[in-house]
């Protein structure tokens, strides 16, 4: 009988430079004895055909790939392990796959979504979510991300009635409130914390999704975004814009959920540090 799966979510800011990141942080998860179950990347920066499935696959993961060149691109790694013993390849292995949003145009890859059947456990669906910066409320850019926000809600809802048991996961690029900012006074007026970002978050909460990491006791300005610039991590000048969001079912079996900053001290590191939540079967 399964004790428990852990599922979490990284923006690897390019996967081709930090695959090694990527494989080391999952066999010291290993070591630990608490191994990482699923795994939703994000910013992958490369296109399907050059994922690196094999060496994921000789460290023990499979995965699902919406790849895209030079920006975006998500995926979902499945420890083998962990699989029930129906998952037999990939078309058993991640049940009714979605590339994107559907009926929402879009050549940006930034969603994937399948259920994954892990032993001893009810099938569970999770998606791996790469939302829109933004880059300033003036802008285009933001006016998009209001754009695929809205159509997200619209789509999740969708999710939410056919998949008691469904986790979003990803770099949602929205701060929920000022105790995910580590100074508010210094982002009045930008984004990532405008008030039409936290009203979209705040709506997919509204659908019966729950912050996995607000359901814990948590220190205080603990984040999993730094700035490369201006010794951000270093100060611990950061923000928490990277989530793991559950459904009814699966926050009744969540125990445990984390942001692990060992990853950002490392050489060469992602700008993000990847969030981790712990469910029971």
């Not at 009988?1 to 081709?16: F, G, H, P, Q, Y």
Request: glycine share 4%; hydrophobic share 40%.
């Amino acid at each position: 009988m399964t004790e428990s799966v852990r599922i979490a979510a990284w923006n690897v800011n390019s996967l081709k430079v930090r695959l090694p990141q990527v494989l080391q942080w999952l066999q010291d998860q290993e070591r630990l004895k608490q191994p990482i179950d699923a795994l939703c990347l994000q910013e992958l920066k490369l296109t399907d055909e050059n994922y690196p499935h094999q060496a994921l696959e000789d460290a023990g993961y499979v995965s699902l790939v919406a790849g895209q060149k030079t920006y975006n691109g998500v995926a979902i790694i499945v420890r083998r392990a962990a699989l029930a013993s129906t998952a037999t390849d990939m078309a058993t292995t991640f049940l009714k796959p979605v590339r994107n949003i559907p009926q929402y145009l879009d050549d940006q890859q930034r969603i994937l979504a399948a259920t994954i059947c892990f032993q001893g456990m009810q099938p569970m669906r999770l998606i791996s979510a790469y939302f829109p910066n933004g880059q300033a409320p003036d802008s285009d850019k933001f006016i998009y991300k209001l754009s695929w926000l809205n159509a997200l809600e619209n789509w999740l809802k969708q999710e939410l009635s056919e998949n008691q048991r469904l986790a979003l996961l990803g770099d949602f690029n929205i701060a929920p409130s000022d105790i995910d900012v580590h100074d508010p006074s210094k982002w009045i007026g930008q984004n990532l914390v405008s008030p039409q970002e936290r009203d979209a978050f705040a709506r997919l909460i509204n659908l019966g999704m729950h912050d996995s990491f607000r359901m814990f006791e948590q220190a205080p300005k603990t984040f999993s975004w730094w700035d490369y610039r201006m010794m951000g991590f270093r100060r611990n000048a950061g923000m928490r814009i990277d989530h793991i969001l559950l459904s009814d079912d699966l926050k009744n079996k969540c125990i445990a959920s984390t942001i692990d900053k060992e990853p950002r001290t490392w050489e060469q590191p992602s700008d993000h540090a990847p969030v981790v939540a712990q469910l029971k079967p």
